[in-house]
């Protein structure tokens, strides 16, 4: 199928190189003499036939997007060009993707893309849309043809899951939340200005926590709540992981995303979920009546080895400062937990509500000045023979890595507003989004196994590529300088320099290559 294979020669190549390299680098062998860094007298040449580019890790997103039949999900859905002269529909939106893996961060910069000739050899392109007909292209999708675009990402989503081993399909948890991307533009269409008093755009961001995949997007103006349109998106979701064969979905989101009128309905088809819940005063009575016996100590404090030396604490600057100009502080004195029965008012069932009370004390220098305590609420149908109330409690808490997620869509440059309405900006981080999809994806088809050292090892290599920030995933896996030979069947990527991390690459390569499980 044209994918490429790690040999025994090549396996041999990369242990004598590491070797190489970390001899060179080592305390024990290196050399000791100073200045290190030492510019040499430099000479630049223009080469006459060899063409070379710095994203040489392409290779393995461009055999990634051959062989899950990427283009033609994306044609089929998006129907927008009367004409293919010359790009159709997924030259478009793969030329996006394709500007922010190899190193690219705005839609101008695609316009260094389509003047690099190395870039389009790699490619296997004669040319590329530059950034003008890139927004043009944009502008010409509605919100209904969007949808299609995103079902048509999860139509390949399915073949990438079902690539996993059985594990993978004990659980999905499925998140949702608002982001704020911020705009200076004063004419874009359907802006909005938040209660911060920021202007710009309030992009739904759905995603799957275990492997950080972005689910759907849906964008809104600045102005609008968080869980705008959420109970419809969760639902896109849960359909997508049940055609899967997800053995248990769980849905996960703050209070804003407790929509009590879809709690029965969800719970009825099997769906469990862990909410907050908005400390209304009926549910703060409820608490403050509870038994003293009914409170537990909760205990936040990670439980280290027993052979671990722990680290000296650092002083807290800032606590420090705040004490010697006595300001008003607020500090954390203790947390203890309870749970009881509740039907919310939308609700026919009654479900689990989990209270966390903190107790804070207000100071202001070294002078306590009173202290208050503060309830928060998560609710849920999960039993408590299933699941204890403190796992409740961390399972709500572990949702905030989905900050993380959304903090690496923006720093790929996914959630950006360059264009001139809701619709076209909304294409624009779905097109550009695809970028952190193909990344995570990428990491997915390392197939976990073999003996139980190969399933270790590629299940360690599988959650590493998964898990990495998308610059470390670019200045790691895709920014390797490389030569580009083109011949009539296929494109040859010669690396030219070596980094621990090539053996990733190879690996990934290699896997990706590999025949699908149908």
Request: charged share 30%; net charge positive; proline share 3%.
């Amino acid at each position: 199928n044209g994918g490429f294979r790690v040999n025994a020669k090549v396996r041999q190549q990369l242990r004598k190189r590491k070797r190489k390299l970390l001899r060179r680098i080592s305390v024990e062998h290196g050399k000791w003499q100073s200045p290190m860094i030492r510019p040499a007298t430099t000479k630049l040449e223009l080469a006459e036939k060899q063409q070379a580019v710095n994203c040489g890790g392409l290779a393995a997103i461009v055999e990634l997007i051959k062989v899950l039949g990427i283009r033609k999900e994306l044609n089929r859905s998006a129907e927008v060009l009367k004409f293919h002269l010359p790009y159709d529909e997924a030259d478009h939106i793969l030329n996006i993707a394709f500007n922010l893996l190899a190193g690219g961060t705005c839609l101008d910069h695609i316009e260094h893309r389509r003047n690099d000739e190395a870039y389009l050899d790699a490619l296997g392109a004669e040319r590329i849309p530059d950034p003008t007909t890139a927004g043009d292209f944009c502008r010409r999708f509605s919100h209904m043809q969007l949808l299609l675009v995103m079902q048509a990402i999860n139509r390949v989503r399915q073949t990438v899951w079902k690539q996993q081993e059985e594990s993978f399909f004990d659980c999905a948890t499925i998140e949702a939340d608002g982001t704020m991307v911020e705009t200076s533009g004063e004419k874009k269409d359907g802006i909005g200005i938040n209660y911060k008093g920021q202007w710009g755009y309030h992009p739904l961001v759905v995603t799957l926590a275990e492997t950080q995949e972005l689910l759907y997007i849906h964008n809104r103006p600045g102005n609008r709540v968080s869980e705008e349109d959420s109970a419809f998106f969760f639902d896109l979701a849960i359909e997508q992981c049940s055609k899967a064969g997800f053995r248990k979905i769980v849905l996960r989101g703050d209070t804003a995303f407790s929509s009590t009128e879809h709690l029965d309905r969800w719970d009825e088809s099997g769906v469990k979920f862990i909410l907050g819940y908005s400390a209304h005063t009926n549910l703060c009575r409820i608490a403050d009546s509870l038994r003293k016996t009914a409170w537990k100590r909760l205990d936040r404090s990670a439980k280290g080895s027993a052979d671990k030396t722990e680290r000296a604490k650092r002083t807290n600057i800032r606590e420090e400062i705040v004490e010697a100009n006595g300001y008003k502080n607020q500090r954390l004195a203790g947390e203890s937990y309870a749970e009881f029965e509740y039907r919310p008012t939308a609700c026919e069932k009654t479900y689990r509500m989990v209270v966390v009370r903190k107790d804070i004390d207000v100071t202001s220098g070294q002078q306590l000045l009173f202290s208050e305590e503060r309830y928060f609420f998560y609710i849920t149908n999960e039993t408590a023979a299933d699941v204890p109330a403190r796992e409740v409690i961390r399972g709500s808490n572990r949702r905030c890595d989905q900050e993380n997620t959304i903090s690496q869509l923006k720093a790929c440059g996914a959630l950006g507003a360059p264009l001139d309405n809701l619709e076209s900006n909304m294409a624009y981080m779905l097109f550009a989004s695809l970028a952190w999809t193909l990344k995570t994806w990428s990491g997915l088809m390392i197939r976990v196994n073999g003996n139980e050292g190969q399933m270790r090892t590629r299940r360690e290599a599988r959650n590493r590529v998964i898990r990495m920030e998308f610059w470390t995933y670019l200045n790691s896996l895709m920014l390797l300088p490389a030569q580009v030979i083109r011949s009539s069947r296929q494109r040859v990527f010669r690396l030219l320099s070596y980094r621990p991390t090539v053996d990733l690459l190879m690996t990934m390569h290699d896997h990706i290559g590999r025949p699908l499980r149908c």
